[in-house]
């Protein structure tokens, strides 16, 4: 992949799980590195958690302070940047009070960041986007979901999948419409995993510390994908080279959906008996239904159990070399992160 220590690298959100580790893969690569956050005093812990990835950042990273829902700080932030990594955006624990808390700052911060990134001359950009604005408001078939799906943003979904999948349409319909030879590509995760660092991390990881509770002698017939957040960041560092990957979209996934009863076998086996109290059998979905009457949590899943979204990663494979570790390995190595943290407990084998 190509590099060049003279060129700048802006990666929006660097306090985030994946803005982290985007900053180690591009300073392991040579790059200069200039970050937003939402505050300066947050610098002092994102060099200390890219020290923990073993990144030697130094001198070659610096920081601006930036917020997705004002002007101020982005043009100072792209100046003098070759490319733009927007990793930044929000995801709350659950449904705002009003749908627009969540879909403004992610629909125009985007915008925000692009409109800053073409007035200073940048070559690319590649925006985080998510494949829940690729899987959802449709049905579910056993045919893959590819880059060439989009989620249908006027069905009944949750405030956070419709911002997703309007932040991006927003993305594509700037570029094309005032983007002045601006390149766009974006890149969509499932659910991101792997080695956890400090606190902020991906809310998909609160799934994992949820199987050490013991609150449940099974896992519910529960599906989705995984990809390993350094395989995430590898994504995004291609998808900003590769000259293949302007004006495209690509899907991170460590392979197609895996069942929560898998992610619990595979947990498992690599911690043995300090996997406590994670379950080794899968409940019957009747079963679930019972216990959600008085698990208002439980009772939250029931309309996914049983749905496989299943998920294809053959175009980021094969048009820009990537090879992601394997879903087992990446949600293994959350927990044995999250363990060696002290952020799980230690109980006998369930």
Request: aromatic share 6%; net charge negative.
């Amino acid at each position: 992949m190509r590099s060049n220590s003279t060129d700048t690298v802006l990666v929006t959100g660097g306090s985030g799980f994946l803005g982290g580790r985007v900053i180690a893969q591009a300073l392991d690569e040579g790059y200069r590195v200039r970050t937003t956050v939402r505050s300066l005093s947050r610098e002092a812990q994102v060099r200390e958690d890219l020290a923990a990835m073993g990144a030697d950042a130094g001198e070659k990273l610096t920081f601006v302070e930036a917020d997705l829902t004002s002007d101020a700080g982005w043009a100072e932030a792209v100046a003098g940047c070759r490319y733009v990594l927007h990793t930044a955006s929000p995801f709350p624990g659950g449904e705002p009070d009003h749908e627009d808390d969540l879909i403004l700052p992610a629909r125009d911060g985007t915008l925000r960041v692009l409109r800053a990134a073409r007035d200073a001359g940048v070559d690319r950009v590649v925006v985080t986007s998510s494949f829940a604005a690729v899987g959802y408001g449709r049905p579910a078939t056993e045919e893959p979901f590819t880059e060439d799906d989009w989620t249908d943003p006027n069905s009944d979904i949750p405030a956070y999948i419709r911002s997703k999948v309007l932040a991006e349409r927003a993305a594509w319909d700037f570029v094309e419409r005032e983007g002045n030879g601006l390149q766009l590509a974006t890149v969509a995760p499932v659910g991101i995993f792997g080695p956890v660092v400090g606190s902020d991390h991906s809310s998909s990881i609160s799934m994992i510390t949820s199987l050490f509770s013991g609150a449940l002698p099974g896992t519910p017939r529960l599906y989705f994908g995984v990809v390993d957040v350094r395989d995430a960041a590898d994504l995004h560092l291609r998808a900003m080279t590769a000259p293949q990957a302007a004006g495209q979209r690509f899907i991170a996934a460590a392979g197609d959906a895996v069942s929560l009863h898998q992610v619990a076998l595979a947990i498992r086996d690599r911690l043995g008996d300090a996997a406590g109290a994670v379950p080794a059998t899968e409940l019957a979905d009747e079963t679930v239904r019972r216990a959600a009457e008085t698990n208002p949590a439980l009772k939250a899943l029931l309309p996914n159990l049983g749905k496989v979204r299943h998920v294809s990663n053959d175009k980021a494979r094969t048009a820009l070399g990537w090879k992601p570790r394997s879903s087992d390995e990446a949600v293994a190595a959350t927990a044995e992160s999250l363990l060696d943290l002290g952020l799980l407990p230690v109980a006998h084998p369930a």
